[in-house]
């Protein structure tokens, strides 16, 4: 910070970008140890996951992939599965428009899901898992772990570039394990509280920016169905999962 003028975000491996307080010029710098293309790592995740919540565009912690004209919203703590659960719907002919952060817009009373990048990015232990072998994705960049599903390239995973609106969001993660179901409704209240554990960049926001994304999230549970996914992870495959929520979604109005 500088006077508070620039908004300053530092990496471990010192690559650093500069956002000024209009939130419309952002500057890079990486030290020689590193390279554009790690800056580029970042910059297509949460820096523009952080520019668009300070621009006022409440973002999830998400993944989302379009069914029909309507999308459905894989929201989770780190590690539930979100962009699995995408990338196994991108293998069962479904298109994916968006990884890890989900831009919401609301539009005539309707949210939707503004369509992002053309990848989902994956661990090489959900590459194995869906492919047979870790090594059957490419590395995202030389010396990062994560692999990436391109999409929207000719005979492959498709990219949805429309903005849809949500049909109904999924809460990936372990449930009790007295549930009888696979999938349940939950109340809106549990379901505002969790969309709110799982919103982007908050702890930059101020009091007033929060609260506003506060009424949002009110206003979205109020209109979208908020879904639990009671299976956990690893006792039913990502395939049948993928038949479990669409036939769910189904029965949705």
């Keep these: 910070m500088q006077d508070g003028e620039f908004l300053l975000v530092r990496y471990s491996d010192e690559v650093e970008f500069w956002l000024d307080r209009e939130y419309r010029t ?21 820096i523009m996951g952080l520019l668009l919540r300070l621009r006022g565009t409440v973002c999830l912690h998400a993944s989302g992939v379009a069914v029909g004209d309507r999308a459905i919203v894989f929201v989770g703590a780190e590690g539930a599965g979100k962009s699995t659960t995408a990338a196994a719907f991108a293998l069962h002919g479904f298109a994916v428009l968006s990884d890890d952060i989900v831009a919401l817009a609301e539009r005539e009373q309707q949210f939707c899901v503004l369509p992002a990048y053309t990848r ?3 661990w090489p232990e959900s590459v194995n898992l869906l492919y047979g072998s870790p090594e059957a994705l490419p590395r995202i960049l030389p010396d990062w772990e994560k692999r990436c599903l391109k999409l929207g390239e000719h005979g492959g995973a498709r990219f949805e570039n429309r903005a849809l609106p949500i049909g109904a969001i999924y809460v990936l993660g372990d449930a009790a394990a007295s549930a009888a179901e696979n999938v349940e409704s939950i109340s809106q209240k549990t379901a505002l509280v969790t969309l709110v554990a799982n919103t982007y960049a ?14 949002v999230l009110s206003r979205l549970v109020a209109e979208v169905p908020v879904r639990q996914i009671n299976a956990k992870r690893g006792t039913l495959p990502v395939g049948e999962l993928c038949d479990v929520i669409q036939r ?4 949705l109005p």
């Design 26 to 46: 952002l500057w890079a710098h990486w030290p020689d140890s590193s390279s554009l293309e790690n800056a580029l790592g970042y910059l297509l995740g949460p």
């Design 120 to 122: 989902v990015n994956l």
């Design 202 to 215: 908050t702890n930059l926001l101020d009091s007033k920016q929060r609260a506003e994304e506060f009424a």
């Design 248 to 251: 769910d979604f189904g029965y």
